[in-house]
Nanobody, 117 residues
Framework: VQLVESGGGLVQPGGSLRLSCIASGFTFSTYIMSWYRQAPGKGRDLIARIFSTGGDTVYADSVKGRFTISRDNAVNTVSLQMNSLKPEDTAVYYC???????????WGQGTQVTVSA
């Protein structure tokens, strides 16, 4: 299993970024895909999840209405569109894959997002 994130960087408050995660080594369309983030000195928190059908999504309260998770099963990619970014969104963002809630969870290497003026 391999998950490779991209799209992080430095953005001003109020700006937008789009993260992507390309997956390989498993049947992508059958996996639950998620984005987590970890700020300095804090734990890794779930911020968005999309189920295998793509129709059901879950968001953390802190990002609802600003972030959108999507997936394209044809190209094994999950994306996170982040709008109206705030300094408190600064963190390392991780892509995660899991077939079922009780099975092994796989992680990407993370991509840094910094929101600062």
């Amino acid at each position: 299993v391999q998950l490779v994130e991209s799209g992080g960087g430095l953005v001003q408050p109020g700006g937008s970024l789009r993260l992507s995660c390309i997956a390989s080594g498993f049947t992508f369309s059958t996996y639950i895909m998620s984005w987590y983030r970890q700020a300095p000195g804090k734990g890794r928190d779930l911020i968005a999840r999309i189920f295998s059908t793509g129709g059901d999504t879950v968001y953390a309260d802190s990002v609802k209405g600003r972030f959108t998770i999507s997936r394209d099963n044809a190209v094994n990619t999950v994306s996170l569109q982040m709008n109206s970014l705030k300094p408190e969104d600064t963190a390392v963002y991780y892509c995660s894959a899991r077939h079922q809630p009780w099975t092994t969870q796989y992680w990407g290497q993370g991509t840094q997002v910094t929101v600062s003026a």
